[in-house]
């Protein structure tokens, strides 16, 4: 998997969504430079996980939607004779 990359506009976004939560929830102001450090981790030891749920989703969706296009297919054929 390769190393996410994110915009600074994202990055800044996910960066003050940390400190407020840091705040509101655990009464403890964070710099954003922690921040960055917690986003670092985050993806690194836990990002694996949900990229994981993802394809095995996609590949659900992919295999529900192979199944229906098979169906549509049947539908299509001609009476034979």
Known sequence: M???KLSKAQ???IVSKIKA???DELHQERGGFEAEFLIDFFAQEIGPYFYNQGLTD???LFAEK???LGYL???LE???N
């Open 2 to 4: 390769q190393k996410i």
């Open 11 to 13: 990055t800044a976004h």
């Open 21 to 23: 939560y840091f705040n």
């Open 58 to 60: 996609a590949h659900t």
């Open 66 to 68: 192979s199944e229906e």
């Open 73 to 75: 297919i049947q539908e």
């Open 78 to 80: 001609n009476p034979v």
